[in-house]
């Protein structure tokens, strides 16, 4: 059975087999045993924390291969970005160039240097291993983010962000950063990448330049790229826009790909998902839902078959997936149509 769990230290091993195949751009997990180690704790402690209002929380889930034990995947949340390490974006802009007693009127692109995401959640972490790119496991594990943040929404933010990798080679060369390396920083994009993940951010503010950029100013093979996905972000972002995610012109400030928002309350799978009692017994039902307990720190979810009765507001759900789920007849899940 595949199940979805918050991360443990014994987690370790497979957290960082994951950083190391997520690869260059993939900046929330670095491949530094001290920094996933921290990230493993920070996360447990969240679990674990009472919490009345969205702060520092970060919470790491991962997807887990019960018939033999592998972790095979992990996502994560963010409940307020910015509060302790500033969160940069660039937002692309308009500025006119008009002479009316010339007959000149030019519109050109900028990108100004902000931090207007501050204090919003963000999903990110999204990683599923190629065995189990199947049976619907990514959008599973993406979605059961939303059905924690349902059942727990004094944890969040009224605003929820993804940042979505943008167009870096093999090497991880990014043709956006080529330009600013060579304009401002000195320094190569799986450099800036890692120090960035492993929380060294200061040279952004440091370096990055203070001023509106032109975008008509940047290589041509810098601004082809702007606001473009990595093509193996795709399906994420097509996931993301099935929820009702979209694109408010900010781009990450070293690959320029496009960050996506949405208002938490209306996000697609929190605005759909119920509350059902459950029923332990047998089902015939053929549609699959995705299923979560009511927990924080024992939090789990699943995909399963299971019969509802909208009218009384209860779920049958046979043994094992009670089980798995950690739940008794009586408790409550929360659900939504996968």
């Not at 919003?120 to 189990?132: D, M, N, Q």
């Not at 059942?151 to 009224?158: D, G, I, P, T, V």
């Not at 975008?215 to 041509?220: F, R």
């Not at 789920?325 to 009586?330: D, H, K, P």
Request: net charge negative; glycine share 8%.
């Amino acid at each position: 059975m595949i199940i979805i769990r918050p991360i443990q230290a014994s987690d370790y091993d497979s957290l960082h087999r994951i950083a190391i195949e997520s690869g260059h751009g993939f900046t929330s997990l670095p491949v530094n045993e001290g920094l996933l180690k921290q990230r493993i704790a920070h996360s447990e402690v969240s679990f674990n924390k009472e919490v009345s209002h969205p702060s520092s929380e970060g919470y790491l889930f991962v997807m887990e291969d019960t018939d033999t034990g592998k972790v095979v995947g992990t996502s994560g949340i963010e409940a307020a970005v910015g509060l302790e390490d500033a969160f940069y974006h660039y937002h692309l802009g308009k500025v006119v160039h008009n002479s009316r007693e010339l007959g000149i009127y030019n519109t050109v692109e900028t990108l100004s240097l902000c931090n207007d995401y501050t204090g919003a959640s963000e999903i990110c972490t999204l990683f599923l291993g190629e065995s189990h790119r199947k049976n619907k496991n990514g959008r599973f594990l993406s979605r059961c983010r939303f059905l924690f943040m349902a059942e727990h929404q004094e944890r969040f933010a009224e605003t929820v962000i993804a940042e979505m990798r943008g167009i870096s080679d093999e090497e991880g060369r990014s043709p956006f950063w080529n330009w600013l390396e060579e304009h401002f920083f000195s320094m190569d994009f799986p450099t800036a990448d890692y120090l960035t993940g492993i929380g060294k951010k200061v040279f952004i503010a440091e370096l990055m330049p203070k001023h509106p950029i032109y975008v008509n100013l940047l290589s041509k093979d810098a601004q082809k790229v702007i606001n473009e996905v990595h093509p193996k972000t795709l399906p994420a972002l097509r996931l993301l826009e099935a929820e009702g995610f979209s694109r408010r012109g900010y781009v990450d400030i070293f690959d320029g790909g496009p960050t996506v928002e949405a208002q938490t309350a209306k996000v697609k799978t929190i605005r759909n998902s119920g509350k059902y009692q459950v029923i332990i017994g047998d089902t015939d039902d053929t549609v699959n839902f995705i299923i979560c307990n009511t927990k924080v720190a024992g939090f789990r979810a699943v995909q399963a078959k299971i019969s509802l009765r909208a009218t009384a507001e209860q779920v049958v759900i046979p043994s094992d997936i009670a089980e798995a789920l950690q739940v008794n007849e009586g408790d409550f899940v929360r659900l939504v149509r996968n």
